[in-house]
């Protein structure tokens, strides 16, 4: 369990509490760059309680600035998209977007306007997103990751509003042993034979009188970079990479060429957050069949896939489907069943009150990546260089050891 005030450190993200200044000073992710279309709309995109736009120019550059015009905040999202920067509808300031007001027709002499902020943000495109950076001062390089320099065939992303904090979720991620109960079932069927499935997952019995599970061996490292963790059970051997501060390198499949697997949790604000997918291969083009595929080709709303999860305060459970065999009786929907599984338990956790909570041996990552957070807010607080800005992480993945022997028929 947490303290009161350490849960706070780590779950606060505004701009004036500790954590929210440590994000300021990350590239990050808010929106994905083909849903700019150049010249089109502005698209609203909150990213740590700051309400901004993210648009891309007629020129195809892409601009981030807040919402509200510097002027008497209307909203921006509502601006005309012209050559060299945004017109705001109400009076007719236009900014550029290196921050330059280029006119003020409320302001007679342009003398007037060199003091004035106009609440812009470096920008940039990489593996299929928007970056902004938030922070003050010149801008670190971008994330040095195995995915973010692959050609354009190689990756793809989706991204999904989640309605919890990224603690919720990042603790989810951490947490392999859920993966038995919560997944078990619902992996051994949907990715049966798709290189993925049986062989991912203990054989985890759910009979009424009877429970019969893997005791699995977990360890976690803090590391440079933030923390590197490992879960050993019947089935397989699994390691992840959690880079600081948004990224978690997870294992897809047992095979070197098997597509990879980075998800991304960034805070919208205290309570919600922006679920970021990354899937890619090093080797070659993301292939038809391959699970990247799989995944994104189910998808029907790119910027917000899991919106058809029913948030009905019992995440579409069905009693009469446990009845019938079913484990948890939420929404069976193909390869989203995961992600709606992963994020119905999020989000069931609302905000939740970790000194409360009785945590056992299974949840030593969680712990431990908890630590990772608390240890890089800390630092930051007594002014160091905030941890694995510049760490080159291009080496870094996920791995996957089957032990497919042992892997039985699914119950
Ligand atoms: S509020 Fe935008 S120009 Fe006046
Ligand atoms: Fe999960």
């Known amino acids: ?18 954590m929210g200044r440590l994000l300021r000073e990350y590239w990050i992710p808010i929106v994905r760059a083909a849903c700019l279309v150049a010249g089109g709309a502005p698209r609203r995109a909150t990213i740590l309680h700051q309400r901004l736009v993210a648009y891309r120019s007629p020129d195809g550059t892409v601009g981030v600035m807040n919402e509200a015009c510097p002027h008497r905040g209307a909203s921006m999202a509502l ?36 003091h004035i ?3 812009t943000y470096p920008a940039r495109e990489a593996a299929g997103m928007v970056w902004a950076y938030l922070g003050s001062g010149t801008p670190p390089a971008l994330p040095k990751l195995s995915f ?16 919890c904090s990224w603690l919720n979720m990042f603790e989810s991620l951490w947490d392999s042993f859920h993966a038995q109960f919560l997944h078990s079932r619902t ?19 759910f009979d009424a009188d009877q429970l019969a599970y893997d005791e699995t061996t977990m360890s976690a490292a803090l590391t440079e970079y933030g923390m590197q963790y490992e879960n050993d059970d019947t089935a397989k051997r699994t390691t992840f990479a959690h880079v600081m501060p948004w990224f978690v390198h997870h294992p897809v499949g047992p095979r070197p060429t098997d597509d990879q697997a980075c998800q991304g949790y960034v805070p919208i604000d205290d309570d919600h957050s922006l679920l970021i997918q990354w899937m890619f291969n090093p080797h070659a ?30 995440w579409g459970q069905d009693r009469e489907a446990i009845a019938q065999g079913s484990y948890h009786g939420l929404p069976v929907a193909g390869v989203m069943t995961i992600p709606y599984e992963d994020i119905a338990m999020g989000e069931s956790q609302g905000r939740l009150d970790r000194t409360k909570e ?14 990772m957070l608390l240890e890089a807010v800390k630092a930051h607080q007594r002014g160091e260089p905030p941890l694995a800005l510049n760490f080159d992480a291009t080496q870094l993945r996920a791995t996957f050891t089957s032990k497919a022997s042992s892997a039985k028929e699914p119950a």
Request: proline share 5%; charged share 25%; glycine share 12%.
């Open 117 to 119: 902020a106009t609440g």
């Open 285 to 314: 083009p993301l292939k038809a069949d391959g699970y990247a595929h799989k995944f994104f080709d189910a998808i029907t709303d790119p910027d917000d896939f899991a919106s058809g999860l029913p948030r009905d305060g019992v």
């Open 1 to 18: 369990m947490l303290t009161q005030e350490n849960a706070r450190l780590i779950t606060e993200v505004g701009p004036d509490k500790p």
């Open 187 to 205: 992996n051994r069927v949907i990715f049966a034979g798709a290189g993925r499935g049986r062989e991912y997952f203990s054989d985890t019995k």
């Open 148 to 163: 973010m320099s692959l050609p354009d065939d190689h990756v793809g992303v989706v991204m999904t509003k989640v309605r």
């Open 79 to 114: 601006a005309r998209n012209e050559k060299g920067g945004l017109r705001c509808v109400y009076h007719g300031w236009k900014i550029c977007h290196d921050g330059t007001l280029l006119e003020a027709p409320t302001h007679a002499a342009s003398s007037q306007l060199t």
């Open 358 to 371: 009785n945590l056992g041996a299974s949840d030593l990552v969680v712990i431990r990546g908890r630590t």
